[in-house]
């Protein structure tokens, strides 16, 4: 039931949060720490060395259009259909099931979900639904009777309705100024990372390339070496396009080496103690106010409904997400997984071996000089 979006600082607001990994790897490009090389190398009479670049001009330049290429309509697609595949995965399932199992043993939250039951026994839908099914099933049990009542909402759930409702709103919870912030820190804390750095830094210095840049910068200028401002530009105008970025996003989506790494930390994440104490930290934060304890036996109500229309759930599921109290919990909880030194391995993980895979290589090469 994963929803979470990571933006970059350009569109944070659209974005999912997991493509803050490949962003990261983007920007990464225009800083790659070689300037001195360049500088060097730039100023020697080989007509064939490197062309020195305003990196300045290039880095503003780029991190807007990387920006705007992240939040293509086919980049949103392959992100979608990528966290898809990772929901389904067997292993992130079973994960799903060990954490909700957790929160249900929870001492911290024990008490709370107590009250909330309690308070839901006084429903008169569900007090009728009740005597609906012992009518039907004199037989029955209270155990029986419970479990039918949770497949009743998990019904819910699972249908498009609720999944509209909940976009809805979790799409206004992503634009809080609180967690906007938050997700700006990861993605600066994810864009650091050395690893998507290195792999990037490596196709770069390779002579060849390097050679194949200037003979390349060279064409495009009409057959005369180009200075570092008109380099600059040519740069912009046929290697930075957006277009080229966005087929670069969605590639990188669609590889099984991405798939397969962020499925292996999601179920890394979602086991680690450290993780299920934020959450529950988080959680408890927020539903020991009387009132989100009314707002969540208000949600459940709506549920219990034989059809609940998209409307229906979003008049209870807005007041409840959106309320500052969630909001700035989400945001508390993402600062605690980018400063957690115990969750950080599992991060540093995935993306070393995302970076190392070959399959990545080989686009990361096609984007540097196939152009």
Same mark, same amino acid.
């Given at each position: 039931?994963?929803?979470?979006?990571?933006?970059?600082?350009? %569109?944070?607001?659209?974005?999912?949060?997991?493509? $803050?990994?490949?962003?990261?790897?983007?920007?990464?490009?225009?800083?790659?720490?070689?300037?001195?090389?360049?500088?060097?190398?730039?100023?020697?009479?080989?007509?064939?060395?490197?062309?020195?670049?305003?990196? +300045?001009?290039? /880095?503003?330049?780029?991190?807007?259009?990387?920006?705007? $290429?992240?939040?293509?309509?086919?980049?949103?697609?392959?992100? %979608?259909?990528?966290?898809?595949?990772?929901?389904?995965?067997?292993?992130?399932?079973?994960?799903?099931?060990?954490?909700?199992?957790?929160?249900?043993?929870? #001492?911290?939250?024990?008490?709370?979900?107590?009250?909330?039951?309690?308070?839901?026994?006084?429903?008169?839908?569900?007090?009728?639904?009740?005597?609906?099914?012992?009518?039907?099933? #004199?037989?029955?049990?209270?155990?029986?009777?419970?479990?039918?009542?949770?497949?009743?909402? &998990?019904?819910?759930?699972?249908?498009? $309705?609720?999944?509209?409702?909940?976009?809805?709103?979790?799409?206004?919870?992503?634009?809080?100024?609180?967690?906007?912030?938050?997700?700006?820190?990861?993605?600066?804390?994810?864009?650091?990372?050395?690893?998507?750095?290195?792999?990037?830094?490596?196709?770069?210095?390779?002579?060849?390339?390097?050679?194949?840049? /200037?003979?390349?910068?060279? @064409?495009?200028?009409?057959?005369?070496?180009?200075?570092?401002?008109?380099?600059? +530009?040519?740069?912009? &105008?046929?290697?930075? /396009?957006?277009?080229?970025?966005?087929?670069?996003?969605?590639?990188?989506?669609?590889?099984?080496?991405?798939?397969?790494?962020?499925?292996?930390?999601?179920?890394?994440?979602?086991?680690?103690?450290?993780?299920?104490?934020?959450?529950?930290?988080?959680?408890?934060?927020?539903?020991?106010?009387?009132?989100?304890?009314?707002?969540?036996?208000?949600?459940?109500?709506?549920?219990?409904?034989?059809?609940?229309? @998209? +409307?229906?759930?979003?008049?209870?599921?807005?007041?409840?997400?959106?309320?500052?109290?969630?909001?700035?919990?989400?945001?508390?909880?993402?600062?605690?997984?980018?400063?957690? #030194?115990?969750?950080?391995?599992?991060?540093? +993980?995935?993306?070393?071996?995302?970076?190392?895979? @070959?399959?990545?290589?080989?686009?990361?090469?096609?984007?540097?000089?196939?152009?």
């Amino acid at each position: 039931m994963a929803r979470s979006r990571l933006v970059p600082a350009q %569109t944070r607001r659209s974005l999912p949060r997991w493509r $803050a990994f490949t962003l990261g790897l983007a920007l990464s490009l225009p800083a790659l720490g070689g300037c001195q090389k360049l500088d060097e190398l730039s100023k020697a009479a080989d007509p064939n060395a490197p062309i020195e670049v305003d990196m +300045a001009r290039l /880095t503003t330049e780029f991190e807007s259009r990387a920006g705007t $290429a992240a939040s293509a309509p086919a980049v949103e697609a392959a992100a %979608t259909a990528c966290f898809e595949t990772v929901s389904q995965d067997p292993q992130v399932g079973a994960a799903g099931d060990r954490i909700m199992s957790a929160l249900a043993q929870s #001492p911290k939250l024990a008490s709370v979900g107590e009250s909330i039951i309690g308070a839901l026994g006084e429903s008169k839908r569900l007090q009728q639904i009740v005597l609906d099914l012992m009518a039907q099933n #004199p037989q029955m049990g209270a155990e029986a009777v419970g479990e039918a009542v949770g497949q009743r909402i &998990e019904k819910v759930t699972s249908g498009p $309705a609720f999944d509209q409702a909940f976009d809805k709103s979790f799409d206004k919870v992503l634009a809080a100024p609180s967690v906007v912030a938050a997700l700006g820190r990861l993605q600066v804390a994810v864009a650091n990372n050395p690893y998507l750095v290195g792999i990037v830094r490596d196709a770069v210095e390779k002579g060849e390339q390097q050679a194949n840049w /200037t003979a390349r910068l060279t @064409e495009l200028n009409g057959g005369k070496r180009p200075s570092s401002s008109e380099a600059t +530009a040519l740069l912009l &105008e046929h290697w930075f /396009t957006t277009a080229r970025l966005e087929r670069f996003y969605v590639d990188l989506f669609s590889l099984p080496a991405t798939q397969d790494q962020v499925a292996i930390a999601v179920v890394k994440l979602l086991d680690s103690p450290a993780f299920i104490g934020h959450l529950v930290d988080a959680l408890e934060s927020v539903a020991r106010e009387p009132e989100v304890q009314q707002q969540i036996i208000d949600t459940l109500n709506a549920m219990l409904l034989d059809d609940p229309s @998209e +409307a229906d759930l979003t008049a209870v599921l807005d007041p409840l997400l959106t309320r500052p109290g969630f909001t700035d919990a989400l945001a508390g909880l993402i600062d605690a997984l980018v400063q957690d #030194p115990a969750l950080a391995p599992i991060g540093v +993980a995935a993306l070393e071996a995302i970076a190392k895979d @070959e399959s990545v290589g080989a686009l990361v090469n096609d984007l540097l000089t196939d152009w």
